[in-house]
């Protein structure tokens, strides 16, 4: 039960990732040490169903935990102490660092190698300043044209969630979709605990092709991805190590340019130590 627990809480900083621009699911399963083992799972749950979910079962109660704490929390923080919620971010993506380098530490670096490091990089930068000047989608009719759009935007958005230093939220943002999403997310749970049964359904109808985006782009790209790992171990190892490493500065970026005070400085210093140990203590279990 205290295994099922952790993995709980890792399921629910990983909901929490996957919807802050910037920050991705995939890095903080890297970085908690569960990456492969939830891979595996989803690429074998036809094969072997029963253990696939008994496996994937807490990482998913704990990411819906994370999505509707961060609706109404992490939100609250981001606006109110946005420099050492940040840091406590970037702590949690580069607590994984040293678990993951471990992996590869021993082996001949490779030109492939570095390849697939400096590749991945680029992935993580370009859309980062991309996103920074992409006009904002804050509302959407519900017709054919756009039920195709929101299922493309749920496979994109599942594809950057399981590519580990991907963040599905930065890909939203870049496309212009990110405000009309997590808008219709935090109605969807305001009008269900308010009973306001008319506005749940008509926004979670929206959510709906959205959501089978985001299953089918799961189960395609995670089967991509344990190939590549199965096939190509050290190379791709050497390219989640660079998505991951490029994170922060996605993250910054999103920040923008701000004001530090000393005291916003030594809280910054103080969240991104505390995010860095729970991500590195969360490794290693």
């Known amino acids: 039960m205290?295994?099922?627990?952790?993995?709980?809480i890792k399921g629910a900083l990983i909901g929490v990732a996957n919807v802050i621009p910037g920050v991705s699911g995939g890095t903080l399963a890297v970085s908690t040490g569960v990456y492969e083992k939830i891979i595996n799972a989803i690429n074998n749950i036809r094969k072997d169903f029963k253990n696939s979910v008994k496996t994937l079962w807490p990482f998913l109660v704990g990411m819906v935990i994370g999505i509707v704490a961060l609706a109404f929390v992490i939100t609250f923080l981001l606006e109110r102490f946005p420099v050492p919620t940040t840091a406590c971010f970037i702590g949690l993506v580069l607590g994984g660092v040293p678990v993951?380098?471990?992996?590869?530490?021993?082996?001949?670096?490779?030109?492939?190698?570095?390849?697939s490091f400096l590749m991945t990089l680029a992935v993580i930068i370009i859309p980062a300043v991309i996103a920074v000047s992409t006009p904002a989608v804050t509302t959407m009719e519900m017709n054919f044209v756009n039920i195709l759009i929101l299922g493309?935007?749920?496979?994109?958005?599942?594809?950057?969630?399981?590519?580990?230093?991907v963040s599905g939220s930065m890909i939203l943002m870049m496309l212009g979709y990110y405000?009309?999403?997590?808008?219709?997310?935090?109605?969807?749970v305001s009008t269900a605990v308010h009973f306001d049964f008319s506005n749940f359904l008509s926004n979670a109808l929206l959510m709906i092709p959205f959501g089978v985006g985001v299953l089918l782009g799961i189960v395609v790209i995670s089967k991509i991805i344990a190939f590549a790992l199965k096939r190509w171990p050290n190379a791709s190892t050497w390219g989640i190590l660079g998505l991951?490493?490029?994170?922060?500065?996605a993250i910054i970026v999103k920040l923008g340019v701000v004001v530090l005070s000393p005291l916003t400085i030594v809280a910054s210093l103080a969240t991104f130590a505390l995010g860095y140990v729970i991500s590195s203590k969360l490794g290693e279990k």
């Open 2 to 8: 205290k295994e099922k627990i952790i993995d709980i």
């Open 100 to 115: 993951l380098y471990s992996k590869i530490k021993d082996e001949k670096i490779k030109w492939t190698h570095i390849v």
């Open 152 to 165: 493309a935007l749920g496979v994109i958005s599942a594809a950057a969630m399981v590519v580990p230093g």
């Open 179 to 188: 405000n009309f999403v997590i808008g219709t997310i935090k109605d969807t």
């Open 244 to 249: 991951v490493v490029a994170s922060p500065f």
